[in-house]
């Protein structure tokens, strides 16, 4: 399964839109980029999944460059309940997840 | 929405007893369930992959005459931590695959502490 890079932290101002990026660049055909959040002491939550396209739901919206090697995951307005862990993760044909470090994003109000 | 349920959320043990962890998909069948542990400030470890009316596959590293899992129903799953040592003192989370718009689903997890 390809492995994940992401940036260990990263601020945002409370309204502004979070960009959280993060490296795939080894990535297969098959594998899905998964994102979740994980709050202090909670199971992780779901966020979003793409392949190849662009997606977007009622949380965020997931940027999937050409390539595939890239994604980034868009906060449109960040409040105070979205400061969290975030990760990104490349799923394989094994379903497992293997989670890398995240990103702990700090919305600062 | 799909939800997994875990159970319970905190328990405390003596050293060398044993404790079970249960895991259920309440809305949802899981043929494939996965155990998770998380050390303090760090991300989750994935321990291993649970297969309704099969063994486990344990990652490598995971004792699995320590943690046994049981995967008996396609809605439960359970974990039990065997002579349990202060070092085992963490963050269990289960998880289950589910296809299609949830994603997978995990558990709230369970904090033990083993004194």
């Known amino acids: 399964d390809a492995k994940t890079t992401q940036p260990p932290s990263m601020d945002c101002a409370e309204g502004r839109a979070a960009n959280l990026p993060c490296n795939h660049s080894?990535?297969?055909?098959?594998?899905?980029v998964y994102w979740y959040r994980q709050i202090h002491s909670q199971g992780p939550q779901y966020i979003i999944h793409g392949l190849k396209n662009n997606e977007t739901n009622e949380m965020a919206s997931l940027i999937i460059t050409e390539d595939r090697k890239s994604s980034t995951l868009i906060l449109p307005h960040a409040t105070l309940r979205d400061t969290a862990v975030y990760y990104c993760?490349?799923?394989?044909?094994?379903?497992?997840?293997?989670f890398g470090t995240g990103t702990s994003l700090t919305v600062i109000p | 929405g799909a939800v997994v349920s875990q159970h319970p959320s905190r328990v405390i043990c003596k050293s060398g007893t044993s404790v079970k962890i249960e895991c259920r998909s309440l809305?949802?069948?899981?043929?494939?369930m996965f155990w998770y542990r998380q050390f303090p400030k760090q991300s989750l470890m994935l321990m291993a992959t649970?297969?309704?009316?099969?063994?486990?596959?344990?990652e490598q590293g995971v004792e699995k005459d320590k943690f046994l899992i049981n995967h008996a129903s396609l809605t439960l799953s359970t974990l039990t931590v065997t002579s349990a040592h202060p070092e085992d003192s963490s963050f269990y989370i289960c998880?289950?695959?589910?296809?299609?718009?949830?994603?997978?689903?995990f558990g709230s997890g369970t904090r033990l502490t083993v004194v």
């Open positions: 080894t990535i297969s055909g098959n594998e899905y």
């Open positions: 993760i490349a799923q394989g044909a094994g379903n497992q997840f293997y």
């Open positions: 809305d949802f069948q899981a043929t494939t």
């Open positions: 649970s297969n309704e009316g099969s063994k486990a596959t344990y």
């Open positions: 998880s289950a695959n589910l296809r299609g718009d949830y994603g997978y689903t």
